[in-house]
């Protein structure tokens, strides 16, 4: 059974950076595409950064020149460096797998 485990959030001031990994257990086949949504207190959830099997890169605007998403093929792990944190990025981070397999998520919180 595919399980995607989540880390590396927490609680930074406006400015910090922080990475985030989604490490897979029981890696499934085909793994078209990876990528990270989140999701803020009340809102929807919304796309992050997906990567894709050949390493193209699609981001949201709002995170675009701060987030950059990466993924080692080898053992199934995605990242996403977030640089330049303002508070509208406090959120819960998911990871997804062909958006079918999705982890818990991990609590970012950016102060002001």
């Known amino acids: 059974q595919v399980q995607l485990v989540e880390s590396g959030g927490g609680l930074v001031q406006a400015g910090a950076s922080l990475r985030l990994s989604c490490a897979a257990s029981g890696r499934p086949a085909n793994i078209l595409m990876m990528g990270w949504y989140r999701q803020a207190p009340g809102k929807q959830r919304e796309l992050v950064a997906t990567i894709n099997s050949r390493g193209s890169t699609n981001y949201a605007d709002s995170v675009k020149g701060r987030f950059t998403i990466s993924r080692d093929n080898a053992n199934g792990t995605v990242y996403l460096q977030m640089n330049s944190l303002t508070p509208e990025d406090t959120a819960v981070y998911s990871c997804?797998?062909?958006?079918?397999?999705w982890g818990k998520g991990t609590r970012v919180t950016v102060s002001s």
């Open positions: 997804t797998i062909n958006l079918y397999y």
